[in-house]
C-alpha cells in the first residue's frame, strides 16, 4: 500500500505550506487539492470546453518560498491565485458533477514511495484510508494575515476587512456544501497552527508517519 498523508483544514490554516514542507522533506508527491479546483476554474473562465483533458497542460513548479503555475509555458500564477478563480474554484466546487471528475484525477497522485495530500475532503472522502489523517486549522486573525501577506507577496493589494469577510463566507460555503463539506474525521488528529512553527508540525506528523507505516 502507498503511504498517505492526508491534510485537510480550512483557507489560512497553513496546509499548503506544511503539506509542501512535508512532502520536500520526504520526498513524497504533492497533492494540492485547492489548486486542481483552481485549474478547473481558470480553464473553465477562458471557455475551455475537454477541461479534464486540457488541465494535463497545467504545471506546478514549487519550493517552500515560491511557486509558478503555467499553461502551455504561460505564466498563470497570478491568475490562479487572484481573487476572482479563488471565488469560481469555491462555487463550482459544490457541484457534484465537477467533484466527480477532478475526484479522478486527484486520485492519480497516489504513487510511489508516497503521497501528502492536502484540502478539504482528503481525509473523508478522497483517501478515507489513509493512516495519518490530520486536520489543520489556526484562529481567523492569524488566518486572514496569512493571506494578506500572501496576496501581498504576489504584488496584490490587500483590504483586510474584505478579505476577512471573503474567508468567514468561503467557511461558511465549506462547510455547508451537500458535496463533501469540510469536516474533521473522528480518526484525524486536530492541530492548531496557530502558534506552532512549521518544523514542529512537520515533525510531528513524521513521528505519526513512523508509528503508523
Not at 6 to 17: C, N, Q, R
Not at 169 to 198: A, H, W, Y
Request: proline share 3%.
Amino acid at each position: 500500500m502507498v503511504p498517505i498523508v492526508t491534510i485537510d483544514g480550512p483557507s489560512g490554516s497553513g496546509k499548503g505550506t506544511i503539506s509542501k514542507a512535508l512532502a520536500i522533506d520526504l520526498n513524497w508527491n504533492y497533492l494540492d487539492s485547492g489548486l486542481i479546483y483552481r485549474c478547473y476554474a481558470f480553464l473553465h473562465s477562458i471557455g475551455v470546453t475537454d477541461i479534464t483533458q486540457e488541465i494535463n497542460h497545467i504545471n506546478h513548479e514549487y519550493d517552500l518560498e515560491h511557486e509558478t503555475i503555467s499553461y502551455r509555458n504561460k505564466n498563470i500564477t497570478d491568475d490562479i491565485r487572484g481573487p476572482a478563480i479563488t471565488k469560481l474554484s469555491s462555487e463550482l466546487s459544490q457541484l457534484s458533477g465537477v467533484r466527480d471528475k477532478l475526484t479522478m484525477i486527484q486520485k492519480t497522485y497516489r504513487k510511489e514511495p508516497g503521497l501528502v495530500a492536502e484540502g478539504r475532503d482528503m481525509s473523508s472522502k478522497l483517501f478515507p484510508d489513509s493512516l495519518v489523517k490530520i486536520f489543520l486549522t489556526a484562529n481567523l486573525e492569524e488566518r486572514v494575515m496569512r493571506r494578506a501577506n500572501q496576496l501581498r507577496n504576489a504584488g496584490q493589494k490587500v483590504n483586510i476587512s474584505e478579505l476577512k469577510n471573503e474567508i468567514v463566507l468561503r467557511d461558511d460555503r465549506d462547510t455547508k456544501r451537500t458535496q463533501s463539506p469540510l469536516k474533521q474525521t473522528e480518526d484525524s488528529i486536530f492541530i492548531d497552527s496557530s502558534e506552532k512553527t512549521v518544523g514542529e508540525i512537520t515533525n510531528l506528523i513524521k513521528k505519526l508517519i513512523n508509528e503508523k507505516y
